[in-house]
């Protein structure tokens, strides 16, 4: 069974069982438009005719076959928004967000200043971070003696942090050669 759409005359083409008697309730795809449709009733009556009996045909009217008007699609011309939806008035107007900037310097900005700009990244940075810290436990280590001799207090605390970086490494060592 083909389908037309009352409101943008698209077709759909549905099987014959999924329209019941009573009518079903269906929407088309492209507008969205709703309508109940029934079953088309095709009569297709066929009948075996026997060598006896006679055929006698009736003449019939003739009915001129009326094409239907489609619908035209009216161009419709979409009035332009005022405001640019990523412009600075319409983001301060609609979210609050507050620009100084315009979007124009801003983008000549950054195309200018990331040229000049370099970022080492997460594991880079990371990588730098375990470098330095190895650096001044190791010079912490070197110059143990000389601190402790001009701050006595700090002798405590430089045992209990070597004595920590100790038992890490025993950790890993335990951990790498476990498995």
């Not at 009733?41 to 075996?48: L, Q, V």
């Not at 419709?76 to 124009?104: A, C, M, Q, V, W």
């Not at 110059?143 to 890490?168: A, G, H």
Request: charged share 25%; proline share 3%; net charge positive.
């Amino acid at each position: 069974m083909i389908l037309n759409c009352n409101s943008c005359g698209k077709r759909f083409v549905v099987p014959d069982s999924a329209i019941t008697a009573s009518g079903r309730m269906v929407q088309c795809g492209s507008c969205g438009n709703k309508w109940k449709q029934f079953p088309i009733n095709e009569i297709k009556s066929t009948r075996s005719v026997s060598n006896n009996e006679k055929i006698v045909s009736k003449p019939r009217k003739i009915q001129q076959k009326t094409q239907k008007l489609k619908k035209v699609k009216k161009n419709i011309i979409r009035k332009r928004r005022e405001l640019d939806l990523y412009s600075p008035e319409y983001l301060e107007k609609k979210h609050g967000i507050k620009l100084n900037e315009s979007i124009e310097t801003a983008t000549s900005k950054s195309t200018t200043s990331s040229k000049k700009n370099v970022t080492f990244g997460f594991y880079n940075t990371l990588l730098l971070f375990f470098v330095i810290l190895i650096i001044l436990s190791r010079g912490l280590y070197f110059f143990q003696d000389f601190v402790v001799q001009t701050l006595p207090f700090t002798e405590f605390y430089i045992d209990y942090f070597f004595e920590s970086i100790r038992n890490m490494f025993e950790i890993w060592k335990n951990l790498i050669s476990s498995y």
